[in-house]
């Protein structure tokens, strides 16, 4: 018993010293708003909902032998700098469509939307149908499942999962648009999501310490490496 403790604590104890590390090194650099602006040297684009308006032309077409609908469709973009421009796309002419999709009227899709620098030049192009719906339930679901499956570990999983999802979207997709080492940044990124998401997850204990400080070890090797430490 009194073994255990004495790990516990050396293993707590390690634990602490590396997220005192972290808040000195890793969090300054993480919370780091000023981020350089994106180069925007060529073209760009961006994939946004369109309603649709009306069915310009609809028929069949021969895509390598296979006979299926096609549908010219005027839209309307619903968000990003282009929104409320009208316009047409085509879809089923240049690409083998799922069996009975076709639009009407007042239906949303993905359209991508492509640009020049200067914006003289807008290219719009169907994407996808739009699954919200579906995906929501789907989601829905899952977290029902889990829940019901493994209760409060369920629950403090969906936390932790939600959690990295705002780590990944807020911190390590923007610092890597905007130019910075992608490494530093994924290995800061991890750090953070992993220890959180461990602790979370499985609590505060000796099988949990163990875990974060293999995985720390692991992920401050190339930090060392790379002489950021």
């Keep these: 018993m009194k073994k255990n403790l004495v790990v516990f604590f ?3 104890g390690v634990i602490t010293l590396a997220i005192i590390v972290f808040i000195i090194w890793g969090l300054p650099y993480f919370l780091n708003t000023s ?3 994106p180069a925007n ?4 684009s961006e994939t ?3 309603q649709i308006l009306q069915i310009v032309d609809q028929g069949t077409v021969n895509l390598g032998g296979t006979i299926q609908p096609y549908q010219d469709l005027s839209v309307m973009i619903l968000s990003g700098p282009n929104k409320g421009l009208v316009t047409t796309v085509s879809y089923g002419k240049d690409q083998i469509l799922p069996e009975g999709l076709v639009f009407h009227p007042g239906d949303q899709i993905m359209v991508e939307v492509s640009s020049s620098p200067d914006n003289n030049n807008i290219v719009v192009d169907y994407a996808d149908a739009v699954r919200t719906r579906p995906i929501l339930i789907l989601l829905a679901v899952f977290i029902l499942a889990l829940i019901i499956v493994a209760r409060w570990k369920g629950i403090r999983s969906l936390l932790a999962l939600a ?3 705002v780590v990944v979207v807020a911190y390590i997709i923007p610092h890597i648009i905007h130019g910075e080492d992608p490494v530093q940044v994924s290995i800061i990124g991890s750090m ?3 220890v959180v998401t461990l602790y979370l997850t499985y609590g505060w204990n ?4 163990a875990a974060v400080i293999g995985i720390l070890i692991v992920l401050i090797l190339p930090a060392f490496w790379h002489g950021w430490l």
């Excluded at 040297?41 to 760009?44: L, P, Y």
């Excluded at 000796?206 to 310490?209: E, G, I, W």
């Design 163 to 165: 959690f990295s999802f």
């Design 41 to 44: 040297n060529g073209f760009g």
């Design 35 to 37: 981020l350089p602006a």
């Design 206 to 209: 000796v099988k949990t310490h």
């Design 10 to 12: 050396i293993l707590a």
């Design 48 to 50: 946004v909902p369109a």
């Design 192 to 194: 953070i999501i992993l």
